[in-house]
């Protein structure tokens, strides 16, 4: 008889806690579901788990994360939404093969330069947090297909996004922001971008409320890019 090696645990919905040490015993786990708990930490053992690939921590009470978390080398897959988060552990830059990043409905302030290490991640979602700017590294995540920003408070966005030759789906609905920077309208890929409820200049507001097509065609425009450099601060 040979005993049954569990690959998967879902401990959702059930008002935990906290989670016991012994969980890093349990080193053949690939998928892990935290969500909706009463979660306010996560034990350093939760770095034993290295064949982990997904992990879901969505809406818990974490304020912090062990730096063991970056140990998970194979994730995939993380949802740390709908916590309390105000800083991400360094190291972050190691997850090789993450492919899903969600943040949002944090109390991010800042987003770490290690982003730009996550050189196989598709989707980020850092919504509903309190950023002031995107970091420039960010233009280093080659094969990022959507990233949701909304609700933060970003006054400027980095030359660099025009890296995103991959990006699709741009969404920034409310923040603080005047201009966009020109580089972005060269994303070929760039499908969906969404400004609404920003402080945009007369010029760009008025394209903006012509919907989505117009406003792509409009930012990859020399037109756009004249009226944003006489714009910049000299």
Do not use: W
């Amino acid at each position: 008889y040979q005993r049954r090696v569990r690959t998967e645990l879902d401990f959702s919905h059930k008002k935990i806690p906290e989670l016991p040490d012994t969980i890093g015993d349990l080193k053949s786990l690939i998928k892990l579901n935290l969500s909706s708990n009463k979660l306010k930490f996560l034990p350093d053992s939760i770095g034993n788990l290295r064949t982990l690939v997904v992990l879901n921590c969505f809406n818990n009470q974490l304020r912090e994360l062990p730096q063991q978390i970056t140990n998970l080398s194979d994730i995939e897959e993380l949802n740390l939404s709908l916590n309390r988060l105000t800083a991400l552990p360094r190291g972050m830059g190691s997850f090789n093969h993450i492919l899903f990043l969600d943040l949002s409905n944090n109390q991010l302030t800042e987003l770490s330069p290690q982003i730009g290490l996550l050189s196989t991640l598709k989707e980020l979602y850092v919504s509903n947090n309190e950023l002031c700017k995107l970091p420039v590294e960010i233009g280093r995540c080659a094969q990022l297909v959507t990233l949701i920003a909304t609700n933060n408070r970003l006054t400027e966005l980095p030359d660099e996004l025009g890296n995103l030759t991959s990006l699709e789906r741009f969404e920034l609905t409310n923040n603080d922001l005047v201009h966009i920077a020109p580089d972005i309208g060269e994303i070929e890929a760039l499908t969906k971008l969404d400004l609404s409820l920003n402080p945009l200049c007369d010029e760009l507001d008025a394209v903006a409320r012509q919907g989505n097509a117009a406003l792509i065609k409009y930012i990859r425009s020399n037109e756009y890019r004249n009226v944003h450099e006489k714009a910049r601060p000299k």
